[in-house]
């Protein structure tokens, strides 16, 4: 499933980093982070790196954590801010 996020014939990135939440799946992490900090031009409010940090919090694997202290750090307020939510409410900070 993972592939289906570098592929650009779909509009589905959203729903399948649902999935990807919803099933917990650790081998995932490196991809959520990479699509969160890949923001599409449309996507102003950051929806979509939104949704990757959800799935980051719900796997809440020592990879995860990291990838979310990485997003905090980013010169992006509301990806950053996102992250410090997640990770606060991962009792992280």
Not at 3 to 22: A, C, G, Q
Not at 24 to 41: N, T
Request: net charge negative; glycine share 2%; charged share 30%.
């Amino acid at each position: 499933m993972l592939f289906l996020l570098d592929e650009k014939w779909h509009i589905s990135e959203e729903d399948i980093v649902d999935i990807l939440e919803m099933i917990k799946d650790p081998d995932s992490v490196d991809k959520l982070y990479e699509v969160a900090v890949d923001v599409p031009e449309y996507d102003e409010m950051r929806a979509l790196a939104k949704k990757c940090m959800w799935a980051l919090f719900a796997i809440n694997s020592p990879k995860s954590v990291e990838k979310l202290f990485l997003l905090k750090e980013l010169n992006d307020p509301i990806i950053s801010e996102n992250a410090e939510f997640q990770l606060k409410n991962l009792g992280q900070l």
